[in-house]
Structures are given as structure tokens and as C-alpha cells.
């Protein structure tokens, strides 16, 4: 009998070479947060900490003989898990560091894909570390980095030292071309508050949309404020420069393919918006990396919350209504070759009468 | 009535065997419990993954965290076999001849009775090991397939393919038969004689227990509500036949199964901790236990086929005298 153990966070670390994985991993392991993390690595390389928790696993990703081609896991973390999670007690969570060119949709699709990963642990969130310099010859090069910052909910930019306050600018534009939802940290040596990336409850359908009181708003109120998804952010700074109009259009930022589609509406006829939502993703599955929103049901007294990664959707009931708020549905894709304007016109089409 | 000697452990249990027929309990944490006049302790790997009995030396064959890997024997004694570095090692397996088989990441070794280590490079993980009952010859679970190895000779191996990824392994009791258990709800098969497929799905879970009846003419396995029972007494396996369905519950989940030395008969164990002996020839039952505290992770039978060790994942367990 599986008492109701309560689950393990995890949080995935991704990140090209480079842009400061070691040293956030260094903090995590060495500082005294009064919290301890077994951490899942490729290799031990620099870490330099000796700690039996430190776990080295070979990436390994399996495709699910199920016919869907985005349908991949982690085959060594569910491993890794199943034999962490055999003594629970030696930790509070788990912190997995992808290589700097991994993919990091097998690794959040193992915490929804394997039943007895999904039972002991859930996701807490995906967590980009980019290197300000570098970016924009990263996102040259390949998807890979473009993936990470599409793919995450945090996004630490690191090494802001090392560029101009112009070109910082550019960079976080970029970013937030390419990952509208995700909360943006500027920093040096990685030098995030560990509570911005750690306990975060991203994907937990309860917790992921009110850590986001702007959740969707950001081209709604004035271009020139400084509130975005991220403005719990520990040191404010102007988005003036921003283009936060271009947030749902293919972006105009050179080497970006992914792209980010915004939808909002009134209430949902239920009988519409399921069937419309469970066709989108089971036929654009393999170009939505990341889904979000907030539905208002007709008939309905609770917000509907939804989440998706390429085929996975998940969805509940978060909390009632409050007294006053909108009842307005919002919705974000993110992905590649998301055709805006037939997502538009059949979400509003799911609209009650 | 079955009566249950009980052992309260703290924590997961690993493998629960007899070793000169005193019970043994292997727990995540690498400590050897037994019950040899009073419980009793060794310490094995610091960190315990996966466990194989090994029957023809009476030992229990430990791999762990700590890269490296223990032959347990009764009487307090566990040595070290072999270290792999500061990879976990993931699955042992035992052979003929005293040879032992672990995995360390992508990497197979064997180690053969006098030490000598012999190793085995992979694309891909090795996820399972298993020897086969004849003949210097082992099979090793991965991605898309299992690969079989003949170690005490040179030669390539023979690799069998299978979409998806394969996570366990076993070798009839006459050879005839590999099996492995998927990562998908499915076991797959292959006869070996002409490599012919045996697909064997329909599970609601992942089968992670798998038990060979007496004289390989049936294979038990967990994954489902009921023992899933195939029939391979026949030249082609379970082709065409349906598998008995033996102790079938509405709430939980048969999570482990261990035939009978000689019988046609096979203890259950289930997710909330019962365990049952059914019969395959009219699927009459037997409670052998009562729901416990945590899923049943591992049982054996005695050599007097009187009395069965089981062991759970949270680490209630204990021997049951069937004969009492």
C-alpha cells in the first residue's frame, strides 16, 4: 500500500557550456539553505563537492514505442530516481543538470510519462541558465539554446558583467521573444537568491499561475512599465526598450524559430474547449513545446488551470472565481510553425454563446 | 494455516532470500539483515540497487551506489567482488562457473571465478543482465533490443531487435527463450533457436517481476491486478495461447511472484503487501499474508518448499510457514 507519500520536487537545470551551471550547482550543494538536494549530473567534472548525492547518469533518451515521435524520456533518470526514491529520507529534492546540449523535453516529460517516476516526484521547474555574451552565437548555431529558453519557466541570465547595458538589453528581448512566461534574473556568478529557481512549483497546476499575477498581461498595460512575469524580480530594471507588442508574433529577432502565441477570450463552452484543446495538442503536439493558461469555464465557479508539453496536456480546478475578477480565458503557446491565426480563430470559436 | 514470522525493517527491501536456508533481507541502504538464531546485520554497498540470488553458490550478488559489488553469504560474510568506479552499478546477475555480471552505465563486466574482469562496451545503457542456464552466454537489456555475449570466448556478439526501450532479462530455464520486460507495458520475447518474436502486452503496468515455473513450462510475472501466467511448455512459447490470470484483486496490483520449487503453483505478493499462493491447474488460492505496510518487493521459497521469505518497499517483512 503506497501511503500518501508526499511527492519529491525536482528541478531541471539546463544551459550551454559555460553559462554557469557548475557554480549554481556549487550553491545549491554549499550553501546553507537548511535544505538538502541529491543532484543528477552527466558527469562530475567540476563540481568538486564530495557528496554521496551527487549522482553521474549517462543521458539517455527513449523514444516510447507508441508511435509519437515527441513522446521521449529520460531512461537513466527513471533509474535514478526509482533508486533514489528507495530512501527517501536522505533528501528534500532533486536538481537535474542536463548536458549543454540536451533537449530538455525527455527530461520534463519523464516526471508526466512514467508512472512510477510521476508517483514519488514532480517537476518544480525548468530552469535556463544563458550566458548574456553568448547567446546570440548560441542561438546561431543550432535549437538547442533556443529550446532551453523556450522550454524554461526560469530563465537565469548570467554574466551581465561581461556585455553592454545596450546589448544586455538586446538579449532579454531576445529571450523574451523566444519565452514570453518565463521569469527573467540578471545576474553575475550566477548570483540568483536560490529562491527564485528552487521550490518553485511551476508545473503544479495549483501553484504555477498565481507565482505569475501578469501571466499573459504583459502586452496589455504600458509598454514603458516595469512590471512582466517576472516582476518579483529582486532588482527592478526598465523594460522601455522592449518590444512587448512583437511578444505574439513571430519574433524579428535573427535565429529565432520559436515563437509564442497569445490567446485571450471570455468563457469557454466546456463542450467546445476540451475537444478544440485535446485536437490541437494531439495534432500539433510535436511543435508545442510549452503550453499555459488560464481557462474560464461557462457554468463554471473555479478558474481552470492547463498545462502542456508537445502531447501532454493537464488541466484542473485551481480556486474559485474572486469576488470582482474578469472571467476571461488566457492561453500561450510556444513552439514552431504555430499557425496564430487558425489557433485564434478556433479558440474564440470555443467562446460560450 | 500459514503463519507469518514477521521482520519490521527501516526501509526498502531490495531482495529477500534464503542463503543455507537462513532468511536474508537486502534494504536499499546496503545493510544484510537475517534471522540466523536472532537478527542479525552485515553492511554490504553503501547504497544497495539491485540484488541476484545466485543459486548454484548459494549467494546473494549486490550492486549499489557505491560502484561496486558484494557476494553476500550466509553466516555475516560479505566481500567485495568488484569496484566500477563512481557510477552506480545497476543491475548483477550471476552464471555458471562462479562468473558475476554487472552494469555500470553504458558498460557490462564479467567477473570470472578467478577475478579475472572481462568488459563489455555499449552503445547504449545496459539496462538488464541475465546468464543463460547453458553455456558461457549472457544477455544484456537496451534500447531497441537485448545483445547476448559469450564471454569466455572472442567473437561478436548477437544482438536481437526489439523497438523500445528494454529494462529487463531473463533466459528460459532450458535456454530456448529470451525474455525482457519494457519500459512500455509489454514483455517482449524472442525464441532463440530461429529468433522469432513473442510479444506479450496488455499489461495496465510495468512488469517488474517475473518468475519461472518448474521446469520453465510457465512464466509468472507482475504488472497487472492478477499474475499474469504464459505458457511455454510448447516449442513456440505462448504464441497464439492466452496466459492464466491467477489471484486477480479489484484494488491493488500484483507487484512481485515466485513460483514453486516443484509444483505448478505461485506465490503473489501485491502492492498493499498481501501475498497468496494460487494454483495454476484450477486457480485455486491460498492467503498466505495479510495486507501489510508497503508493496511486496521480493520472495523465494525454501529448499523444503515449507516456508517463503518476502521482503516490502517498506520494509515490513518476514518469513510465512506455509506448513504450520
New interface residues.
Partial sequence: ???AQTQIPVTVLTGYLGAGKTTLLNRILSENHGKRYAVIVNE?GEIGIDN?LI????E?I?????GCVCCT?R??L???VE?LM??PGRFDAIVVETTGLADPVPVAQTFFM???VRSKTKLDAVVALVDAKHLPLRLKDSNEAEDQIAFADVVVLNKTDLVTPEELEKVEATIRAINPAARIHRTQRAGVALGEVLDRGAFDLSRALENDPHFLEAHDHDHDHECGPDCDHDHHHHHDGHDHHHHDHPSDIHDVTVKSVSLRGGEMDPKKFFPWIEKVTQMEGPNILRLKGIIALKGDEDRYVLQGVHMILEGDHQRAWKDGEKHESRLVFIGRDLDEERLRKSFEACQAA | MPTVAPLDLDGHCVAAVFLNDVPHFALADGAIHRLDNGHKTVQANDGLLAAFHDTANDRLITGGEDGKVFAVKTGGEASELASAGRKWITSVAAGPQGAVAYASGKTAFVRFADGKIKEFAHPRSVEGLAFSPKGMRFGVARYNGATLHFPAAEGKPVELEWAGAHTGITFSPDGAFLITTMQENALHGWKLADGKHMRMSGYPGKVKSLSWSVKGKWLASSGAPAAIVWPFASKDGPMGKAPLELGTRGNTMVTCVACHPSQEVTAIGYEDGMVIAARFADAKEVLLRRPGNGAITSMMWDKEERRIVFGSAAGDCGVIDITA
Fill in positions: 500500500m503506497s501511503d562530475f554521496d549522482v553521474e547518469s549517462d539517455e527513449y523514444e516510447m514505442n507508441n524520456v531512461g537513466d527513471i533509474r535514478v533508486g528507495r530512501r512514467d508512472d512510477d
